[in-house]
């Protein structure tokens, strides 16, 4: 059975684990510090791959940043990683194959393979958190597009709050439903300063500041699913991020599903977290070599 060296690439943490080609994690998740240059890094890379080269069949990435077609080079902004990371020549990170993805549609395989989304042809993958990622699965195979960028969540958004986004455009989706978004909407609600975690708390101790700014926040994230259903006529949505866990689905399911033109899909919460990532990575690697 194959084996394959993932990486999950985080703006601070990189986890990395050795999976075989039906999806079981063979040892422990490795958690370090991520380097503060690209150099860094790549040399951390460089020397886990070639201490464990004996024992794979290839090396899979799970990166921020939208991926080309070929799945060896970045193409897009790549967060808050370092710069030159997206210069990287990963192909020579082994003599084995190295496979390079976007980690939102990693997760969106990994839940398509394995997960809530398994069973399924059609279903988008939306990931809530300090940002908002998706990955779309168009009849059974990843939508990525002409260059490999398509699934990126930085459309105009209607509110018209006037809300800066990180990409440098305003009102994109990501200020209105991410976990930033929230805390937007706990400085307007309730008290300037205030963070997501004070609407959560507030919502607990029945604050109706804090319902008013956790129904807005909830309210354009309906106005996504109903987006994303009318766009791509998924059987279903699944929602993942540290955000995902506060939505109230029954809720939002029955509203967004009354609003949309297409046939109803289903919202259910994702299957995995932390670990879809380097999963679905590489379980795309296997799916490629075969």
């Known amino acids: 059975m194959k084996k394959f060296l993932a990486f999950d690439i985080g ?16 040892n422990e998740i490795v958690k370090v510090t991520t380097p503060k240059t690209a150099e860094g ?8 791959a070639k201490g464990l080269e004996e024992e ?41 194959p190295v496979f390079l993805e976007n980690d939102a549609n990693s997760a969106a395989w990994a839940e398509y393979r ?21 990955g779309i699965i168009v009849d059974g195979r990843l939508f990525k597009g002409k260059s490999g960028a398509a ?8 509110f018209g709050e006037n809300r800066k986004c990180t ?18 909407d706990a400085g307007i609600y309730m008290k300037k300063g205030m963070t997501s975690y004070d609407v959560i708390r507030g919502l607990k101790d029945a604050l109706p500041q804090a319902r008013q700014a956790f129904d807005h926040w909830q309210s354009a994230l309906e106005n996504a699913l109903v987006m994303m259903g009318n766009l ?45 990532g380097m999963l679905g990575a590489a379980l795309l690697l296997s799916d490629t070599l075969k």
Not at 41 to 48: A, G, M, N, P, W
Not at 121 to 126: E, G, M, P, R, T
Not at 151 to 158: A, L, T, Y
């Open 11 to 26: 703006g601070t943490k990189i986890a990395y684990a050795i999976i075989d080609e039906k999806g079981n994690f063979t």
């Open 41 to 48: 890094i790549y040399e951390l890379f460089k020397t886990v």
């Open 56 to 96: 794979i069949d290839g090396v899979s990435i799970a990166t921020a940043g939208a991926v080309n077609n070929d799945n060896n080079k970045i193409i897009s902004y790549v967060g808050n990683l370092p710069e030159g990371y997206s210069a990287l020549d990963f192909a020579k990170l082994s003599n084995k």
């Open 114 to 134: 394995l997960g809530a989304a398994k069973g399924t042809k059609h279903a988008v993958v939306l990931t809530l958190g300090t940002g908002v990622g998706a």
């Open 151 to 158: 699934g990126e969540m930085h459309m105009r958004f209607g």
């Open 167 to 184: 990409c440098g455009l305003w009102d994109c989706l990501e200020t209105y439903v991410s976990g930033n978004a929230l805390t937007t």
């Open 232 to 276: 791509f006529d998924p059987e279903v949505i699944v929602l993942s991020g540290s955000m995902a866990q506060f939505v109230e689905y029954e809720k939002l399911n029955r509203q967004a599903n009354r609003d949309i033109l297409t046939q109803p899909f289903e919202l259910k919460p994702a299957h995995f977290e932390n670990n879809a």
